[in-house]
Structure formats: structure tokens, C-alpha cells
């Protein structure tokens, strides 16, 4: 009879045991999946900085140097390369977004608007960009008698960059708590 209530007792601990543990790892991948959504924020936000600072050296300016032919075409296929991850950085803040209400994680309804205009500001950002690229081209490679277009694009791009930095700069101030909702 010991024996049995002791197999019994036994059984029981290893079974909560077993229970607490997976707990533990929902838990820890429901974290993991913010921090999924987080990098991806983050790379879209750094593939728009990088752009930023190309069509900077690129758009007519004062004081910014002319750069030869050679250089321009190479400083285009970086720009276009940069616009894919951007594309790819933006579908993994859409799927890590998706992945959240797996792993029983919301937005808090605040920060819903946010993500939603976030994602708006990045897919008008990589319209304007793509843009901005084929005046560039026409601009460096052509005849240069687009100028007014290549700074009315550039500047489109710079007022929704300023926009999208107000809206991350919110997560930010908000913090990690201000941001995700853990529904148990």
C-alpha cells in the first residue's frame, strides 16, 4: 500500500512538474514572439535610416558633392537592394504581428493604432522611396531636367519619415508594458 501511495505521489509531483514547466515555455515563447515583433520594427526602421542617409548624398542639395555616373548607378542598386529588405522587414512586422495572437499576445488597444499607422507609414514610405529611385535614375543618368521632381519626392519621403519617428518614438515612451498585453 506505501508503495502504491508513493508511485501515486510520485506520478503526481512529475505531472506538475511537467505542467509548470510547459507553462514556463508558453510563457517564454509568448517573450520570444515580442521580441520577434520588436526586431522586426527595428529592421524596417534601420532600412529606411540607410535609405535616408543614400537619398541625402544623392538629391540635389546645397552642399552636397555631384557624384560621378559610375558612383550614382552603384548608389542606385544599393537603394533598391535596401528597398527589398525593407519589403521583407515589413512582412516580418506583419507576421510577427500575426504570431502575437498564437501566443496569446495583444497589442494593448492604445498601441493597436499605432502599429496599424506604422505600417502604413512604411508602405507609403517604400511607394515614395521606389519613386524617388526612378527620378534619381532619370535625374543622375539622364539630363537632369527633373530636379523639381526628385526634391518634391524627397521631401514626400522626408515628412513620412518624421511621421513614422513620431510613431516609434511613442513605443518607445510607452515601454515594453505599454505596448504588449499577456492574456493568460
Known amino acids: 500500500m506505501t508503495l502504491v501511495l508513493l508511485t501515486y505521489l510520485g506520478i503526481c509531483f512529475a505531472a506538475h512538474a511537467y505542467y509548470r514547466w510547459l507553462d514556463e515555455k508558453k510563457r517564454e515563447d509568448s517573450y520570444q514572439s515580442t521580441r520577434n515583433y520588436l526586431e522586426a520594427v527595428d529592421e524596417a526602421q534601420e ?3 540607410i535609405l535616408k542617409e543614400q537619398f541625402n548624398l544623392m538629391c540635389p542639395a546645397p552642399g552636397v558633392i555631384i557624384e560621378s555616373s559610375d558612383t550614382s548607378l552603384r548608389r542606385l542598386g544599393q537603394i533598391n537592394d535596401i ?3 525593407l519589403h521583407q522587414a515589413l512582412m516580418s512586422v506583419l507576421g510577427s504581428r500575426r504570431e502575437l495572437k498564437f ?3 495583444s497589442l494593448v488597444p492604445e498601441f493597436q ?3 496599424e499607422s506604422m505600417v502604413r507609414e512604411i508602405r507609403n514610405l517604400s511607394v515614395i522611396a521606389s519613386t524617388l529611385e526612378n527620378q534619381l535614375f532619370h535625374y543622375k543618368i539622364g539630363d537632369g531636367e527633373n530636379m523639381k521632381e526628385v526634391i518634391r519626392e524627397k521631401e514626400m519621403f522626408d515628412e513620412k519619415m518624421k511621421a513614422l519617428s513620431d510613431i516609434t518614438e511613442s513605443r518607445i515612451e510607452r515601454g515594453f ?5 499577456f492574456n493568460e
Open 47 to 49: 532600412s529606411l535610416r
Open 83 to 85: 528597398r527589398d529588405r
Open 103 to 105: 501566443w496569446r499576445v
Open 113 to 115: 493604432g499605432n502599429h
Open 177 to 181: 508594458e505599454g505596448v504588449f498585453s
